[in-house]
């Protein structure tokens, strides 16, 4: 079987439509991507020009209406990250900050100008975004953000710091956030802007093939055309990050069926004691539980896509799908790295670079402690975090 993901007839759920996006995503992504992926993880490097690839291939700002924007279903948005992510994570990451971060927070958000200016670039990935809400201090806490703006005359001058945040370096325009006497609100960025400046950040263990900046606001002068007009709270920020994690419950998927498959093709022709490990008990329980794991996280992602296509979705189903999604994935590809033994710390194979960088989304957009507490309070009705 070589997608796991047929043990449940998983496809048979999908419409014909749905299946074909999946599958020019895979194929691009197979023939453009996955050849080099190795080599930008060990590298350390995304290739800023594969951003107008992306852009031909339409999945920037998909799930978005008008602007350029395919304007595809929520469940096409999610094949298409389950793809992204099987290559690489920092590939997803790069879309899904592109699309449900930086350009939703301008369509949903942004003035008309805004929006006629910034989106069809983005969509094209003639520019490139990103989103600068978390503060070296304050992540799991965006309220506490000492990021400030303001006003000066009809300008506002902005201050602060914004770490770990995803495209920083190649960003033509940063979403940032910042508090005012109003409350927290949200402002279009462009590179160039006198004081502002970014920084990457080297050494990465995880994520490696994706660019993680620092943001650096020092007296940060913009006109009031630069602020989101719709913005007006904390929701706004909160928002656009459960766009991004409706992404992740999809993604993780991908990268834990992508180490499966590792693990299902290796076991299938390493031969130890004269025969294929895949016939050994012990290995078939290991592919057995990781195939009912990731059928399992497939078929929470699709219940919460048709929720989100009919309106329903809500903040804590988001973290149900990447609390439970996330966990299982890196289990699996950890799981599917003793199978590949020794080989298994080769970039030559997927599952532990996968693991690595699971580390990473386990963490970001919420970590698994903070979901499983949402997750608490909705059964609870008690906020244990405030």
């Not at 834990?256 to 895949?278: E, H, N, V, W």
Request: net charge negative.
């Amino acid at each position: 079987m070589q997608d796991p993901l047929q043990l449940l007839d998983i496809p048979s759920l999908l419409s014909d439509e749905e299946r074909d996006i999946q599958a020019t995503v895979a194929a691009y992504l197979s023939d453009h991507v996955r050849p080099h992926i190795a080599s930008w993880f060990e590298e350390g490097v995304l290739p800023r020009e594969l951003a107008r690839e992306l852009g031909k291939l339409g999945v920037l700002g998909m799930h978005l209406e008008g602007y350029g924007c395919a304007g595809t279903s929520a469940l096409a948005y999610g094949l298409a990250c389950l793809e992204l992510e099987a290559v690489d994570s920092g590939i997803r990451s790069f879309v899904s900050v592109q699309g449900s971060l930086s350009m939703f927070s301008i369509w949903k958000y942004g003035s008309e100008e805004q929006k006629q200016e910034w989106l069809p670039r983005l969509a094209a990935g003639e520019a490139i975004g990103c989103f600068g809400l978390t503060e070296p201090d304050f992540g799991s806490n965006p309220s506490g953000m000492r990021t400030r703006a303001v006003r000066d005359g009809s300008d506002w001058v902005l201050n602060g710091t914004k770490m770990w945040i995803t495209n920083g370096g190649l960003a033509d325009v940063a979403t940032v956030w910042a508090q005012t006497e109003e409350g927290v609100r949200g402002f279009l960025v462009p590179r160039g802007t006198p004081g502002f400046s970014t920084q990457d950040i080297k050494h990465k263990l995880s994520m490696r093939a994706s660019v993680t900046s620092e943001l650096v606001l020092e007296d940060v002068r913009l006109p009031d055309s630069a602020r989101l007009p719709l913005a007006t709270s904390l929701r706004a920020p909160l928002s656009c990050l459960n766009e991004a994690r409706f992404g992740i419950v999809f993604g993780a998927v991908g990268a834990a069926r992508d180490s499966l498959q590792a693990a299902l093709s290796y076991s299938g022709t390493r031969i130890q004691f004269d025969k294929p490990i895949a016939a050994f008990q012990l290995t078939q329980r290991k592919l057995v539980g990781m195939s009912v794991q990731v059928n399992n996280a497939m078929l929470l992602a699709l219940h919460l896509a048709r929720l989100k296509e009919a309106g329903t979705l809500k903040p804590e189903q988001i973290s149900v799908g990447k609390y439970n999604n996330v966990e299982a994935a890196i289990a699996i590809a950890r799981e599917s790295r003793t199978i590949l033994g020794a080989n298994g710390i080769s970039l030559e194979y997927s599952p532990l670079r996968h693991a690595n960088n699971l580390e990473s989304v386990l963490t970001y957009e919420g970590t698994s402690d903070i979901h499983l507490l949402s997750i608490g309070h909705a059964l609870t009705g008690i906020a244990s975090f405030r």
